[in-house]
């Protein structure tokens, strides 16, 4: 009888442990995905679909091209997985473990009940550098703050070796698999009219790790701040699917600065990005309540305004704000924001308007194609100072000298923001402060081709200190 190899957001062939060890077995593998999404916790955004359409595509061709196919199923996970059992005598299960509280327990559940009747399932990390629970302090608990975390992480990991997945797969009986074009889920959002190139899948994935070490690394610490720049990985998508292992993108920055074409320093810098990715992991293990509440609790007695309409002017970039603009509509047009605009447009969600942090969260979660709960509610609290390892609240980010400072020729913004792209750098950023001939002279009229801003900096960022100082410390 064949083994069932369970692919969830694993979706690759090397470095994947789940898969050596059901090769390993030597019997036939039956790969399958099973679109269960009632059971993992939270539905999928629409980013994430439109990315999980595309890398089971790939998926498939590339197990086609080993020989292999993809089984397709839909409905709850235990169910569909008893009937493949059922239809091919299979008595074993392989899969890499899903960390998020609710999917971690639902598959404990899943395996206890098969294990009961005899079907072995065998469960394996392929997602993060250490399983969640084995990086402890010196007195056995959770580390909270991010820099010893990431020297024990670092010290503990060990390096599985690279493999590279089995040449060629055994036939398996003939089964029933659902269409992916049934599953619709290439969603109406976000428009990807201006987007990336994106290529979801393993090969994107290496594609986009080679394009990075043999080129931004080499000045990452620096360009990584800058988002006019194209000086990041942009493998979180790929990451978060599971496209590459985090091993093979440590290795490869390890490995350019040992043959000396990055600095050490700059690898490292990369390497510790990685580790706030895994940090992030393991704080959400260990406090599965942080996607919904303030990791300090005093923090959700914090007087948040409900205002939809300025709410729907940041989602749609309509804040008068450029720097925040360009992010918003980044994201809405490619699924992905830069990180130093991530950080802006959050602060000026949390604090400039005083909007609930988890509005942003559940934008962020449908927008992104990286969206992932652990990292994305982690870093939502460090924005809104409620983390473990946070950002001080009363640190607020000013959006026009952050502009200035991190887009300082302009061409993120004139990039997001057409209609701004004719004003000179010294206004750009604050375009009301602009006098009237130099507006007209770039086509810009406000009020009209461009929002005013939605709130007044000054005037805002009093609000939001005051507001810090009305919350309950007591909680
Ligand atoms: P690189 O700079 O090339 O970094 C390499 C990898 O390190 C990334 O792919 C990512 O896996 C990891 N990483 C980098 N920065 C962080 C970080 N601050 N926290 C956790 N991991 C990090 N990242 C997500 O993957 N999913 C999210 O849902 C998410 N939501 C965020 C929400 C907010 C408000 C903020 C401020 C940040 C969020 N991030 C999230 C973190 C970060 O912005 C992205 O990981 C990064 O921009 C991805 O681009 P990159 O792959 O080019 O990063």
Same mark, same amino acid.
């Not at 074009?181 to 990336?196: A, K, N, V």
């Not at 400039?352 to 942090?357: S, T």
């Not at 992104?368 to 969206?371: E, G, K, Q, S, T």
């Given at each position: 009888p064949p083994v069932i190899l369970w692919f969830r957001?694993?979706?690759?062939?090397?470095?994947n442990p789940a898969l050596e060890h059901a090769h390993a077995t030597g019997r036939p593998i039956l790969p399958v995905y099973v679109l269960d999404e009632?059971? /993992?916790?939270r539905p999928l955004g629409g980013a994430s679909s439109w990315w999980l359409d595309k890398s089971l595509r790939a998926l498939s061709r590339a197990l086609a091209e080993r020989g292999g196919r993809l089984v397709l199923r839909r409905g709850d996970a235990e169910t569909e997985l008893r009937r493949l059992i059922q239809e091919t005598g299979a008595d074993a299960v392989f899969l890499n473990r899903l960390f998020e509280p609710a999917a971690f327990a639902r598959d404990a559940d899943i395996a206890h009940a098969l294990n009961a009747d005899g079907v072995n399932v065998k469960g394996y990390n392929g997602a993060l550098l250490c399983r969640p629970g084995s990086v402890r302090t010196g007195s056995g608990g959770p580390y909270k703050v991010f820099t010893p975390f990431f020297r024990a992480l670092m010290a503990s990991a060990e390096a599985p070796p690279h493999t590279l997945g089995p040449r060629q797969f055994q036939p398996v009986p003939n089964l029933e698999s659902e269409d992916l074009?049934?599953?619709?889920?290439?969603?109406?959002?976000?428009?990807?009219?201006?987007? &990336?190139d994106w290529t979801p899948g393993e090969d994107g994935a290496r594609e986009a790790l080679s394009r990075f070490t043999s080129g931004p690394l080499g000045d990452y610490a620096r360009l990584r701040?800058?988002?006019?720049?194209?000086?990041?990985?942009?493998l979180s998508p790929h990451l978060h699917w599971g496209e590459i292992s985090p091993w093979r993108a440590v290795t490869a920055a390890r490995d350019a600065a040992s043959r000396g074409k990055v600095s050490e320093a700059q690898a490292e810098k990369f390497i510790a990005e990685i580790g706030w990715r895994e940090f992030s992991a393991h704080l959400l293990a260990e406090f599965p309540q942080i996607t919904d509440t303030?990791?300090?609790? /005093?923090?959700?007695?914090m007087p948040w305004r409900k205002d939809e309409g300025a709410l729907e002017a940041w989602r749609r970039g309509r804040t008068g704000y450029p720097i925040v603009d360009a992010g918003m509509r980044q994201l809405w047009s490619t699924g992905w924001m830069h990180n130093r605009v991530r950080m802006i447009v959050a602060s000026f969600l949390i604090k400039?308007?005083?909007?609930?942090?988890r509005e942003g969260e559940a934008w962020f979660w449908d927008t992104?194609?990286?969206?992932d709960q652990a990292s994305n509610a982690q870093n939502w609290q460090w924005v809104a100072g409620s983390?473990?390892?946070?950002?001080?609240? &009363?640190?607020?980010?000013n959006p026009i000298t952050q502009g200035q400072k991190f887009d300082e020729d302009g061409r993120y913004v004139r990039l997001w923001v057409? /209609?701004?792209?004719?004003?000179g750098d010294r206004w750009l950023?604050?375009?009301?402060?602009?006098p009237p001939e130099v507006l007209r002279d770039a086509g810009v009229r406000l009020g009209h081709t461009y929002p005013r801003p939605i709130v007044e900096h000054d005037a805002a960022r009093k609000r939001a200190l005051d507001a810090l100082k009305s919350i309950d410390k007591t909680k």
């Open positions: 957001r694993d979706l690759r062939l090397a470095d009632a059971t /993992e916790g074009d049934d599953w619709r889920l290439h969603p109406t959002l976000p428009d990807w009219s201006t987007g &990336f701040d800058i988002p006019g720049q194209n000086g990041t990985s942009r303030a990791f300090r609790p /005093e923090y959700d007695t400039h308007l005083l909007i609930d942090w992104l194609v990286d969206a983390g473990a390892d946070a950002a001080p609240y &009363f640190r607020i980010f057409p /209609e701004l792209a004719r004003l950023h604050a375009p009301w402060t602009a």
